[in-house]
């Protein structure tokens, strides 16, 4: 086993992921030192794939939701850079390479991987809302790279990620810039548009305080 420093961690939150888990995992494992799965709660086989693919796997004991999974995986997180990437395919992990750089260049704290377009129209709302008073680019993004210390340091509060992790990180002066990616044709399940109505009263919080000048 090899003492070497982990460079690159990869987070990913998982609920009842198991017919796409495995695929994602070994087209993952090339681009990163350390891969976590967070089980949250899931009722199929997630954790048992996972861990028999080789990821370090974190099993909620219920159901929590995207974020929660996220912190949870950040917390045991071993890597100088934390990747965060969602389970289901839709991110391409060879856009992974191109994520670090900012960072390795000492130009960025955040990146993140910015889609043409977000997919879901409720995203495309809370993007534009994020970006009414900071300029912080595709908020709602699944992929994004940060430095650990950034990461760890963030409480992340809402519904979802959309706009709040962003606005989390500018505000403890977080250099944050977007790269280009590629992103997959997915289906995300309805449910998700709630979460994303939910996430409105977490994100006008944070643009008032800016509006104010805190």
Not at 10 to 28: G, H, M, W
Not at 39 to 49: L, N, W, Y
Request: hydrophobic letters at 40%.
């Amino acid at each position: 086993m090899s003492d070497a420093p982990i460079q690159t961690s990869a987070v990913i939150p998982a609920f009842n992921e198991a017919s796409r888990i495995a695929k994602t995992l070994q087209e993952l494992r090339p681009h990163v030192d350390e891969i976590i799965v967070v089980d949250d709660g899931s009722r199929d086989q997630t954790a048992k794939i996972a861990r028999e693919l080789g990821a370090c796997v974190v099993q909620q004991p219920r159901n929590q939701g995207y974020i929660q999974a996220i912190k949870a995986g950040i917390a045991v997180a071993k890597g100088e850079i934390i990747i965060t990437i969602d389970a289901d395919g839709e991110f391409n992990p060879t856009d992974i390479t191109a994520l670090v750089a900012p960072i390795h260049a000492g130009v960025a704290d955040m990146v993140q991987g910015q889609r043409q377009t977000p997919p879901r129209p409720s995203e495309r709302f809370l993007t534009w809302l994020a970006t009414q008073k900071t300029t912080v680019g595709d908020s709602g993004t699944g992929l994004r790279a940060m430095r650990s210390s950034l990461a760890k340091s963030l409480h992340i509060p809402g519904a979802c990620i959309c706009g709040v992790l962003s606005l989390e990180a500018a505000s403890k002066g977080a250099k944050i810039v977007d790269v280009p990616i590629h992103l997959r044709t997915n289906t995300k399940p309805r449910r998700i548009a709630w979460f994303h109505l939910r996430q409105v009263f977490y994100l006008l919080p944070w643009l008032i305080r800016s509006y104010k000048g805190r």
